[in-house]
C-alpha cells in the first residue's frame, strides 16, 4: 500500500513556465516532506523540505505547498529551465523520527 | 569531501553468487541506508543504521544483510542472488533521521541473469 503517490509519471513544460509537481499521501503521522532531484546515473540529491506546521516554503525558484486537510503536497518551479529536466521525488517521514517513504517519482521535460 | 561514495558502478552476477556493495561516507553521519530502485519505482529502504553496530531492517530486507562496524562504512551483502535483485542500489547518510536531508551516493546498477 503507498502511503505517498505521485500519480503523474511524466510531466512536460516549456522553458520560462511553471511546472508543478503533484504528491498525495496517506498516513496522517507524517509531519515532515521533502523534494528530491534525481538525473540520470547520479544519485538524488535534496531540493526543498516543508514541516506540517507551515504550509509554504520557498527557495528560489522553488516552493512547496502543504495542504494538511487534503494531504497533498505540490512543488513549483517558476521559470521552468531545461536544466531541471529531472526525476523528481516526494518523500516522508513520521512522528518519531522514522525513515522516509519516498514516491515514484515523475519525471519532468522542460523543452526550450 | 567526497560524500558518499559507492563501488562497484556496475556489476552482473549469475544466479546463485554473492557479491558486496560498498558504501563509505566521510561527513561523520550517525545515520546510513541503502535503497533499490526498480524501473518505474520510487526508492525502497532495505536496511538502515543509526550508529556503528546498530542495523534496523527496512520495507524489503529478505535477501541481504548489511554490518556496521564503523561510522564510515556500511556494506550491503547480497546472497544467493536473484534475477528479482537486478535493481539500482543507493547508498545515503545523514545526521539525523526524518527531517534530516539525506546525501546519496552515485549508486550501484546489478544485473543478475
Known amino acids: 500500500d503507498q502511503q505517498v503517490k505521485q500519480n503523474s509519471p511524466s510531466l512536460s513544460v516549456q522553458e520560462g513556465r511553471i511546472s508543478i509537481l503533484n504528491c498525495d499521501y496517506t498516513n496522517s503521522m507524517f509531519d515532515y516532506f521533502l523534494w528530491y532531484k534525481k538525473y540520470p546515473a547520479e544519485g538524488p540529491t535534496f531540493l526543498i523540505s516543508?514541516?506540517?506546521?507551515?504550509d509554504k516554503n520557498e527557495d528560489g525558484r522553488f516552493t512547496v505547498f502543504l495542504n494538511k486537510s487534503a494531504k497533498h503536497l505540490s512543488l513549483h518551479i517558476v521559470p521552468s529551465q531545461p536544466g531541471d529536466s529531472a526525476v523528481y521525488f516526494c518523500a516522508a517521514s513520521a512522528r518519531g523520527n522514522t525513515p522516509l517513504v519516498f514516491g515514484k517519482g515523475t519525471r519532468l521535460s522542460v523543452i526550450a | 569531501n567526497a560524500g558518499v561514495t559507492q563501488t562497484p558502478k556496475f556489476r552482473i552476477l549469475k544466479i546463485g553468487q554473492s557479491m558486496t556493495l560498498q558504501c563509505t561516507q566521510d561527513?561523520?553521519?550517525?545515520?546510513m541506508y541503502w535503497y533499490r530502485q526498480d524501473p518505474g519505482m520510487g526508492l525502497k529502504l532495505i536496511y538502515y543504521?543509526?550508529?556503528?553496530?546498530?542495523?534496523d531492517k527496512g520495507e524489503v530486507p529478505n535477501g541481504y544483510n548489511v554490518s556496521r562496524s564503523t561510522t564510515e562504512d556500511f556494506p550491503l551483502r547480497l546472497e544467493l542472488a536473484a534475477p528479482s535483485q537486478t535493481s539500482v542500489y543507493f547508498c545515503?547518510?545523514?545526521?539525523?533521521?526524518?527531517?534530516?536531508?539525506?546525501?546519496f551516493g552515485p549508486g550501484t546498477r546489478l544485473t543478475v541473469t
Open positions: 545515503a547518510s545523514s545526521y539525523g533521521q526524518g527531517a534530516d536531508e539525506q546525501y
Open positions: 543504521s543509526v550508529g556503528a553496530g546498530i542495523t
Open positions: 561527513m561523520n553521519h550517525n545515520y
Open positions: 516543508i514541516s506540517s506546521i507551515k
